[in-house]
């Protein structure tokens, strides 16, 4: 007996063993790394006390974003032999090193560094723990805590063998992170004088501003116009144009956007045209923002002045960057001009494409979503609408959804109760009782309060997590694999899948932080078993768990 477990014990772990290790592993670093972050701040340094040292502790709170900084610089300069690093990362850790035994000592000394952590930086600070001895503990807890995590992804020997091989680079990435981190805090005291931002927002707000007034002239006369002060409205309505209002902001979204799709689908577009939607994608989204606060003024003038700053201000930019982004993806496809598929090969479409069926009913719930927050003062008093169009599309598309594997096990809604405890660890403290929520709910009558609550916990536990895994897990998590994405076994696992879908989960939810870890976790039920059934569950499962929450502790907040 005792030989058999010797022997179950040294055998070398499976890929997929080993997938779900790193992917458990990266789960617990980033948790305890958002822990410390978000619920403790760094010590205000005492005044006119110099025998302390306290400005070791005021100081520590570089050491996040330096680390940062650090890491970057490795990864780029280790960028060409990365491949081989991770290959020979794997090949040690397939080797059982009782990963096990050093995440429970892991645990424990991340355990003892939160506990210490509360005691300093705790408000208001106790001088007496300011000091050298109570630092010198601090910080070593904080490295063993690192170090015991890195023991635990790989055995000390891939470390030392690593240090050894790559130590000249290590050494100038230490340095050049370091730097980069000075250099940006230096340039972040004198960024209006030094880079100029500010003369260049403001050159852009004056365009801006001569085509709103342009568009309104056409709708309004005597308006209020002090392009000086870059103010713009009517006698009753006014507006100012700062550099947030200017279309910056849009300008580099789609940008951004517009580089990410050509680098995922670069095989499918043709080069160097496929660049002309840069140029193309800016000006309809500067052309978009101008016609945003034309009608943001329009609405505020003539209709209601919190509909407008609230509703309006809040979604009609999303609403607007969501249509040039879908725009710019079926125009490079439609048009042969950035498309690179051959004119005479003709294309066979089914009358309702998987592709369709998986993403339909999380469009139309964004839609939705956008139009009824737009036409809102704060309070959604719509939001039966987003929960019945979300249900006829996913009722449309039903016929689908049966090849999906719809079982589940108990582990499910085991991950969604995780899921739900760190989503209630990572929510801020907030008065429930002055969210816009609370307060539309106390202007309805009771049975129209009642019928509301009912279609958002119905949004909430059902329509909301079949739209968002079917999009997310069941297409976009196998579409980063590869093109044909039918073809992808579910459950295959791939880094960039797993990462890119998770952070644009979290990106989808206004606690972007929370949201990605939920991502992940919910990658982690489909990978179990391929099966998308685990996945809605454990969704299903948190989101019930917040909608009890809210209804029996009224923590409106969660919902906002």
Known sequence: MISEKVISANMPATSKQLAFRWILLLAIITLELLTITARYQVPALPENDFRRSAWLFHVSKEIWSTSLWIIGSCFALLSPRLKLILSDLRKHSTVYHRWQMLLAFHLLAFAAFTVVTALIFEYPADPDRLSVPWFTGWFTLASTTLLLWLLTLAPTHFWLRLIRREYPALLIGCLLGISARMLT??????????????????????PTLQLVHFLLGWFYSGLVYQPEI??????????????????????????????????????????PQAFWLFPLGILVIWLANAVRITMLIAIGASFSPEIALQGFHA????????????????????????????PNCP?????????????????????????????SSGFDMLYPLRVAATAVALYYFRKDYNGLGWSWTWQAPAIGMAVFMIWMLLEPDADSSKTALSQGLAELTSGSAAVWLIFRVLGSVITVPLAEELAFRGYLIRKLIAKDFENVASGQFSWFSFIFTSVLFGLLHERWISGTLAGMCYALAFYRRGQIGDAVI?????????????LTQARWSLWS
Not at 538 to 550: E, Q
């Open 347 to 375: 294309v066979i479409r089914s009358e309702k494409p998987p592709a369709a069926a998986l993403l339909a009913p999380l469009l139309v719930l964004m839609a939705t979503t956008m139009l009824t927050s737009a036409s």
């Open 230 to 271: 870059f103010l713009l409205g009517t006698d009753s309505f006014q507006v100012e144009i700062s550099y947030a209002c200017s279309g910056i902001e849009g300008i580099s979204l789609i940008t951004v956007f517009l580089a990410i799709y050509l680098w995922l689908f670069r095989k499918e577009l043709r080069f």
């Open 538 to 550: 454990a969704h299903m499962t948190t989101n019930a768990l917040i909608a009890v929450f809210v």
């Open 315 to 342: 979604q009609a930019g999303w609403i607007a960057f969501t249509l040039i982004a879908l725009g710019a993806i079926a125009l490079s496809n439609q048009m042969q001009f950035f498309a690179a598929t051959q």
């Open 185 to 206: 805090g230096i340039l972040s005291q004198y960024e209006t004088s030094v880079l100029g931002q500010d003369e260049f927002w403001n050159s852009l707000s004056v």
